[in-house]
């Protein structure tokens, strides 16, 4: 929770809702009493305490009249704000989850000496152009197959190791790393805005070490184009039982031809699509993942995460769906935990693992420069210097100790390499409405309040909206954002709930359909306590309405009807709230 949410909720009167079920076994909520605050973060002006009641993240807006601008405010607690920064020599015992696969230390060797600060390679340095993996041919995809024969090769001992390189992902997402000055706070760099940048840096690093030992300066890391028909299946490489790609750990269903499910979920099993109903499907996951959802930096990365905070904000579209998504449909279903790609402490021991995280980060790029060529004026990085200097612990191709900070992962062309051989054909995949979806708005029955539990139910509410038929001008710099908050789940389970917008009879909306507007989806979380019980996930997550209600035909409409929509694993719901924010 961030430090203005808690003192809004310690000064202001709760907000009080009503809850009602529906006949058809859904419930409705109603909001009935608001805290004495206008929802307009620019109707007065407000202290730190009363913008977090607003919705409004106050590091970002300041008001003048109507509009908004940037404008950081001073927080008024010297502990908390700053840079993440994170100490190998403090790195400990990874929290992991129930019947884990061995190895159970996570941390990197010790080095002799300080961390070295990342310096940017050499603009003479071969530019290292990376390709799509079903494009880039049998002779690269041999040396890739190399590069982890050699990294398997190497001792334990060597941070370039295999092994080493697995424990990475390990260490950064299951609490062996704490904050420097907050030994009592951990360092999860998912759920957060450092996704993107970390795991840049990461396949950075492994691409460079991979180059070395292949001793070929020039050596790019291939992607795993899963968002583009070509590209979504497993590639054939790696299902290969004699490759140094293949890993056992993997779902047997899901190899090649398979085509791969960007809603999957494990406990639904297989949908009934044809493969090009798939396809279709998946494009219409990416547009709203891409475009549809991702207006500003905060929906596209995620939520800040500063030193002093507890990790876990909020993750970012791409993050919540596909990737993780991806991570699940990879993973092995009969083992406890969805090991190896579908849980963060095993998901690096899969080869797999590099190439999709390298699909990732083209994203990145792709989001950055739909942004340009679209006039997205929202599609840009972050400014603030708590993102920009906050840094990571890395080691390079020469076995030394490096710390990166997320200011030097910002260039790819600095970093010498590009990507190419793939297109973005979901930039225009927007998907279709579905009529006749919100017959039963109005038949209330039983009440109840929030928080709820999403459990076996769906949960229907009616989310009151404070501007309504904005103009153009306004839109283009102002997001409406619906606001799921106070998202507790247990840590050693898998969740995923679905968030619908105007469908309160979901159920008649086709896959990829428009009113489904965004998934919650968490995998199985290493974060265990010593009684062996899983420790509460708590976040949130952010659903952009601009475009979402020009679709429906609701922009004039006083409220929302919101759906949440549970798919597996319990969660509790803490309340639901439209902001409108500008970054």
Request: proline share 9%; net charge negative; glycine share 6%.
């Amino acid at each position: 929770m961030k430090r203005g949410e808690a003192m809004a909720r310690r000064h202001c009167a709760p907000v009080a809702a009503c809850v009602f079920l529906l006949a058809a076994a859904a419930a409705t909520v109603v909001y009935t009493a608001f805290p004495r605050v206008s929802l307009n973060p620019c109707t007065y002006s407000l202290p730190r305490a009363l913008l977090a009641v607003s919705g409004v993240d106050p590091y970002i807006v300041s008001c003048a009249g109507d509009a908004l601008t940037a404008s950081p405010l001073p927080d008024g607690k010297n502990n908390i704000g700053g840079p993440i920064v994170t100490n190998i020599r403090t790195c400990s015992k990874p929290k992991l989850p129930p019947n884990p696969l061995p190895p159970f230390y996570c941390c990197p060797p010790m080095s002799a000496s300080e961390p070295i600060n990342f310096t940017l390679p050499d603009p003479a340095e071969p530019l290292r152009v990376r390709r799509p993996v079903h494009a880039v041919g049998a002779e690269h995809m041999a040396k890739y197959e190399r590069a982890i024969a050699l990294m398997k090769a190497l001792p334990p001992s060597d941070p370039r190791s295999f092994y080493q390189q697995a424990n990475i992902h390990c260490a950064y997402c299951t609490g062996s790393y704490h904050q420097n000055g907050n030994p009592e706070l951990d360092v999860q760099i998912h759920f957060s805005w450092f996704f993107y940048p970390f795991h840049r840096a990461y396949i950075y690093f492994f691409e460079r070490i991979a180059a070395k030992l292949l001793d070929e300066p020039g050596f790019a890391l291939p992607f795993w184009s899963w968002d583009v028909p070509e590209g979504m299946q497993l590639p054939p490489e790696f299902a290969n039982a004699s490759s140094p790609l293949y890993d056992p750990v993997r779902n047997p269903r899901h190899a090649p031809p398979k085509v791969v499910d960007l809603e999957f979920v494990r406990e639904q099993g297989e949908n009934n699509l044809t493969a090009d109903q798939q396809i279709q499907q998946n494009l219409r996951v990416m547009y709203k993942q891409m475009i549809g959802n991702a207006a500003l930096p905060t929906l596209f990365h995620g939520q800040p995460f500063r030193a002093g905070e507890a990790d876990q904000p909020g993750a970012g579209t791409v993050e919540m769906f596909p990737h993780n998504t991806v991570h699940t449909w990879t993973g092995d279903m009969a083992q406890p935990n969805v090991e190896n790609m579908g849980v963060y402490y095993s998901a690096g021991r899969d080869p797999t693992f590099y190439p999709h995280h390298n699909n990732i980060d083209r994203l990145w790029v792709a989001w950055r420069d739909i942004g340009v060529s679209r006039g997205y004026r929202g599609h840009v990085d972050f400014t603030d210097p708590d993102w920009l200097d906050s840094s990571f612990l890395f080691y390079d191709e020469e076995a030394r100790l490096v710390r990166v900070t997320v200011r030097d992962m910002l260039d790819i062309e600095k970093l010498r390499y590009r990507f190419d051989g793939v297109g973005t054909p979901w930039v225009d995949a927007r998907p279709p409405t579905t009529p006749n979806v919100n017959s039963k708005k109005g038949l209330l029955m039983k009440s109840v309040r929030f928080p709820v539990s999403l459990d076996d139910v769906a949960v229907t509410a009616e989310v009151r909206r404070t501007r309504v038929s904005r103009s153009r001008r306004v839109k283009e710099v102002e997001e409406e954002v619906l606001v799921v908050e106070g998202i507790e789940t247990d840590g050693a389970e898998r969740v995923k709930f679905d968030v619908y917008v105007n469908a309160m009879d979901h159920e008649k909306v086709e896959p990829g359909g428009r009113e489904m507007a965004e998934s919650f989806v968490c995998l199985s979380h290493p974060r265990m306590d010593g009684t062996g019980k899983g420790m509460a996930i708590k976040t949130s997550m952010r659903v952009a309405l601009n475009q979402l209600l020009e679709d429906l035909g609701a922009d004039g409409d006083e409220t929302v009807t919101v759906t949440l929509v549970p798919r597996h694993g319990k969660v509790k719901i803490g309340g639901l709230r439209i902001v409108y924010m500008v970054e």
